[in-house]
Structures are given as structure tokens and as C-alpha cells.
């Protein structure tokens, strides 16, 4: 009987954290922009709506450019579910000709980067306010009708982020 009790005070969440402040920071030689359109590619690819929230570039007073970019990106998964990655990046950067084989220069960037994650699946548990007994529909629904399916998405959803991750390591030379 109190298991039943339980379940009624338990609260429908409308965000459950997969991660949160996953760091990647680098000093290294890169090309800013080519980061920039291969997460771009990464989050189309993977079938991401994305957003670029924030984004600022200033020339320091010591030389370099520093961009602080935020992004917001997100992925249906099914009507009721969504995961959400929130990506913030701050690269401090400074033009640089890199020599490539047969005496070529190419024009890139040596500096700093820092890139910061926070993943999250999202449910739409608005579907169940204003609705006779919604409370504890949206309690069945979630805890009994789709629960494997909500834990199948937290597995496929922090394998996924964790793709993107060695993704951008491997790009910026970082083991």
C-alpha cells in the first residue's frame, strides 16, 4: 500500500540530466571555423535542430580573438521526448600559417579552446496538466508504458554525446 502512496507524491519530471559540465579545453593548433562547420555537420547529420543561442567575437587588447559561442541543440525522439545538448564554447585564438607538405601555407589558428556540455532528455509532461487524474496518467505512462524506452533513450542518448565528444578530442589532437 505505501508503494501506491509513493507513486502518487512522486513528482513527473520534465528533464532528467544525462550530463552535466563535460569539459574539453586544448591549447593547440586548429582551424576556429573548421571546428565550427564540423559540429555544425556532426548535429545535422545526427538528425539535430540547432540554435546558436549566444555568439560574440572581440579582438583582445593583448592580439588574440576570443568568440564565445552557445549553442542549443535538440533532437526528437518521439512526441512526448526530446534530448537536448547545450554546448558552450569559448576559443581564444590567434592567426597562424601552418606549413603543409609540398611547401604549402595554410592560413589557421593557435590557442585555447574550452568547450563545455550539458545533455539532457526532455519530456513534454505538459500534455498531462489540465486533464482529470493527468497526474497520474503521466505517472503510468512513464513509470509502466514507456519506461524501457526512456531507458533505452538514456543509453543511446550518452553513448551519442559521447560520440560527439571523441569527435571534437580527435579533432583538436587530444587523446
Given at each position: 500500500?505505501s508503494?501506491?502512496?509513493e507513486l502518487?507524491?512522486?513528482?513527473l519530471e ?5 550530463l552535466?559540465?563535460y569539459?574539453?579545453?586544448a ?10 562547420e564540423s559540429l555544425n555537420r556532426?548535429?545535422t547529420?545526427?538528425?539535430y535542430?540547432?540554435k ?10 593583448s592580439g588574440?580573438q576570443?568568440t564565445?559561442?552557445?549553442?542549443e541543440?535538440?533532437?526528437k525522439?518521439?512526441?512526448y521526448t526530446?534530448?537536448v545538448?547545450e554546448m558552450v564554447?569559448?576559443i581564444?585564438v ?5 606549413a ?5 601555407k595554410?592560413k589557421?589558428?593557435k ?10 532528455i ?10 482529470h487524474f ?6 503510468i505512462?512513464?513509470?509502466i508504458?514507456?519506461?524501457k524506452?526512456l531507458?533505452?533513450y538514456?543509453k543511446a542518448?550518452?553513448a551519442?554525446?559521447h560520440l560527439l565528444?571523441?569527435e571534437?578530442?580527435l579533432?583538436l589532437g587530444?587523446?
Amino acid at each position: 500500500m505505501s508503494d501506491y502512496r509513493e507513486l502518487f507524491l512522486t513528482k513527473l519530471e520534465d528533464k532528467k540530466k544525462l550530463l552535466e559540465g563535460y569539459k574539453i579545453k586544448a591549447t593547440t593548433i586548429f582551424d576556429a571555423g573548421e571546428l565550427y562547420e564540423s559540429l555544425n555537420r556532426w548535429y545535422t547529420q545526427k538528425g539535430y535542430d540547432w540554435k546558436e543561442v549566444r555568439y560574440k567575437s572581440v579582438e583582445l587588447a593583448s592580439g588574440p580573438q576570443q568568440t564565445d559561442v552557445t549553442w542549443e541543440c535538440t533532437k526528437k525522439l518521439d512526441d512526448y521526448t526530446s534530448f537536448v545538448v547545450e554546448m558552450v564554447a569559448q576559443i581564444i585564438v590567434t592567426e597562424v600559417e601552418v606549413a603543409l607538405p609540398n611547401n604549402v601555407k595554410k592560413k589557421s589558428n593557435k590557442g585555447y579552446v574550452e568547450m563545455k556540455f550539458t545533455a539532457n532528455i526532455v519530456k513534454n509532461t505538459k500534455v498531462w496538466e489540465g486533464r482529470h487524474f493527468g497526474h497520474l496518467m503521466g505517472l503510468i505512462y512513464e513509470k509502466i508504458l514507456i519506461r524501457k524506452r526512456l531507458e533505452e533513450y538514456e543509453k543511446a542518448m550518452f553513448a551519442e554525446i559521447h560520440l560527439l565528444f571523441n569527435e571534437v578530442r580527435l579533432y583538436l589532437g587530444i587523446k
